[in-house]
């Protein structure tokens, strides 16, 4: 459910010269792949807006059961006639470089080279995304109807790529809270040219950490982006936090948030950790088009969060479904499919979700027993007297009262009451400032039947 409220906080995240689909349009042409310059370069564009801590894990370092490969550099890659004609530019459109090419040069044969071109004969206008990270290949990625057009014998080739050891880059910010735990939101930084499976999900996330940023010390709990090649950066990071990741209590991995379809949220792989009702919440209520989806072992990096071993609560925020959108990893997802509203949406929700995270403590009353009189407590006035769009109402007051029995939390209230969360909130800021409540300290409090704090990392 999400409130006018919540609209406007996220409104105000993008009007600090902060605009999401020029963001994404910058770092559109960037050659990015899971290591190497673009995704720097792409990180440093990050940096500008949100304060980054960029870490580099050098090649071969093992990471859980992987090791970070060698880094590859793309400078350029043409395929020409023998004439001198250019045919294919990877200058052009970074898509047309198989991801992780090592390099060539020569003359080859239309039949060799073929064993090297990668189109879509049944959508022969458009590019298709291509990767080879650990096959010591190399590719190029055309339409179908320029590889009709070139008839020549024999054509030349040239990749000027480096394949070396280098490292791996990822980005991480950290607000801290005012209390233990944190919440984690991760977004992949490996995709090249393509906009809403991957662009839309950096730059929501760039969002959600600028709003961090002019929030200050509001936050309950600490706020951690990651923004992270996929796969093997996400394995490298939970490699290296280990010993810390109890402190998660809820995460987000956001991609593809800039199409204009229905949401999809994946569940992490409890199913009902605190980010699963709270995304549920936030999208509910019958004004927002979504569908929930069980989790399932593959999609994004929300199945590493989610793998053995971590089963960290973690679940995935999309519009469109990877793979299930014909734009899908082809020159089709570009700037032209993602819109600035689409992404203002995707940012409002992922915001509220935060919030409802954020904002999920637990009351008790101060009284213990009965219903409390309303009137000889001021509490009709108040309710009148507020002036945000999120007020309580007599009813949402009610609820609250009713079930600030230290056993639930307000999420559990909204859920139970079918009210807004931020309705909740403001019916316990009536019920505090009348002295009839107090905040559950969190030693006291539980999500689920894990005690805060608590949980086991066997292998920490
Ligand atoms: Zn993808």
């Known amino acids: 459910m999400l409130d006018r409220d919540e609209t406007r906080s996220a409104t105000r995240a993008g009007a600090g010269g902060f605009e999401l689909h020029g963001f994404c349009r910058s770092l559109y042409p960037i050659?990015?792949?899971?290591?190497?310059?673009?995704?720097?370069?792409?990180?440093?564009?990050?940096?500008?807006?949100?304060?980054?801590?960029?870490?580099?894990?050098?090649?071969?370092?093992?990471?859980?059961?992987?090791?970070?490969?060698e880094e590859w550099s793309i400078r350029a890659a043409t395929i020409r006639s023998l004439s001198g004609e250019v045919l294919v530019d990877f200058a052009a459109h970074s898509l047309h470089v198989m991801g992780y090419s090592v390099p060539v040069s020569g003359v080859f044969s239309r039949e060799a080279l073929a064993a090297h071109v990668h189109t879509l004969p049944e959508r022969p206008g458009i590019i298709p995304y291509r990767t080879g990270y650990y096959a010591r290949d190399w590719g190029f990625c055309m339409a179908h109807e320029t590889w009709e057009r070139m008839r020549d014998a024999e054509y030349r080739v040239e990749i000027d790529s480096t394949l070396a050891p280098g490292s791996l880059t990822y980005g991480e910010a950290f607000f801290p809270g005012e209390e233990e735990g944190e919440v984690l939101v991760s977004a992949h930084v490996c995709h090249p040219s393509l906009a809403n499976d991957n662009l839309s999900g950096i730059a929501v996330a760039t969002a959600l950490g600028i709003a961090a940023r002019e929030a200050g010390a509001r936050r309950r709990l600490g706020l951690r982006l990651l923004f992270v090649p996929a796969t093997i950066g996400t394995i490298a990071w939970l490699a290296r936090n280990e010993a810390r990741l109890g402190a998660i209590r809820a995460g987000l991995v956001l991609t593809c948030l800039g199409d204009t379809g229905p949401f999809h949220y994946k569940r992490s792989r409890q199913g009902t950790a605190l980010v699963d009702r709270a995304v549920a919440h936030v999208l509910g209520g019958g004004e927002t088009p979504h569908a929930l989806l069980p989790f399932t072992p593959d999609g994004y990096d929300e199945r590493q969060y989610c793998s053995p071993g971590f089963d960290l609560p973690v679940g995935c925020l999309m519009r469109g479904v990877h793979g299930r959108f014909p734009e899908y990893h082809t020159s089709e997802d570009n700037c032209d499919f993602i819109t600035q509203a689409a992404l203002e949406r995707s940012l409002a929700v992922a915001q509220a979700a935060l919030d409802v995270i954020d904002g999920d403590v637990t009351w008790v009353r101060t009284d213990g027993r009965g219903e409390p009189q309303l009137g000889r407590r001021g509490l009709y006035r108040a309710i009148s007297g507020q002036t945000t769009s999120a007020a309580a109402s007599q009813m949402d007051l009610m609820w609250f009262l009713n079930l600030a029995d230290g056993a639930h939390s307000l999420l559990d209230m909204a859920e139970r009451a079918g009210v807004p969360f931020a309705r909740l909130q403001a019916a316990a800021r009536l019920a505090e400032a009348a002295g009839l409540v107090a905040r559950v300290t969190v030693s006291d409090e539980f999500i689920g039947d894990t005690p805060l704090g608590a949980k086991d990392f066997p292998h920490a």
């Open 31 to 69: 050659a990015r792949s899971i290591t190497g310059p673009g995704v720097r370069e792409t990180l440093a564009h990050v940096a500008r807006h949100v304060p980054l801590e960029i870490h580099e894990v050098a090649s071969g370092t093992p990471v859980l059961d992987w090791h970070v490969p």
